[in-house]
């Protein structure tokens, strides 16, 4: 299990980046159907909540969770409502600004201002490995096929959506170069497994 030391620092919460040496029982978490979309639901139990790609909750005792194997998994706590998020953030999701339309969602539910925001962006396919034809390079202001940076894309979208930057941290690790610690879709295909990342808001003693 990977751990942000951001995150950590939090009381009131727990969280992780699975590996693929991890096993993590999602069955006992709220989880997605995941479609790549900028779709963001609120979680209230464990089990799946529907079709979507990023789960904002409040709810004491709830993980919320993501699978990923090369997209970024990205957790959030906004530190006075005590409220978190988990975000599956591919290219597609951080073309459509995924974790934007989650700090909105968060705003909406728990009343969420960006300063008060935490978040950590974890193990994905990194800058070396991510080479893209010019379609998707496009969608990230480039003029030709090259090789994008996902991690960086969602923490300058944090940043301008007003979470301070010393609030925001990658924990580092390419999904595609280090196939000890992660299952990586475009290494090993359809044979690729998924990896766990929740955050939870503990409950109350
Ligand atoms: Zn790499």
């Known amino acids: 299990m990977i751990y942000s030391s951001l995150l950590s620092g939090i009381p009131w919460l727990r969280h992780g980046f699975g590996t693929r040496l991890d096993s993590i029982a999602q069955e006992e978490m709220a989880s997605l159907r995941q479609i790549h979309s900028a779709i963001v639901l609120p979680a209230c139990r464990a089990g799946v909540v529907g079709e979507g790609d990023a789960l904002v909750t409040a709810v004491a005792g709830v993980p919320v969770s993501v699978r990923t194997a090369d997209c970024y998994p990205i957790l959030l706590a906004d530190l ?6 988990s975000v599956h953030a591919g290219w597609r999701g951080t073309a459509a600004q995924i974790v934007i339309a989650v700090l909105r969602a968060m705003e909406e539910c728990f009343g969420t201002q960006s300063a008060d925001v935490m978040a950590a962006i974890g193990p994905g396919i990194g800058w070396c490995c991510y080479e893209v034809g010019v379609e998707v390079a496009r969608q990230f202001g480039m003029p030709q096929a090259g090789c994008i940076d996902l991690a960086a894309a969602n923490r300058n979208q944090l940043i301008a959506a007003g979470v301070p930057d010393s609030n925001i941290e990658i ?21 690729a497994g998924r990896m766990i990342s929740f955050i939870a808001v503990t409950k109350p003693f």
């Open 80 to 85: 006075n409502h005590q409220a978190v998020a």
């Open 171 to 191: 924990t580092g690790g390419c999904t595609r170069c280090d196939a000890r610690q992660f299952h990586s879709f475009r290494r090993d295909k359809e044979r």
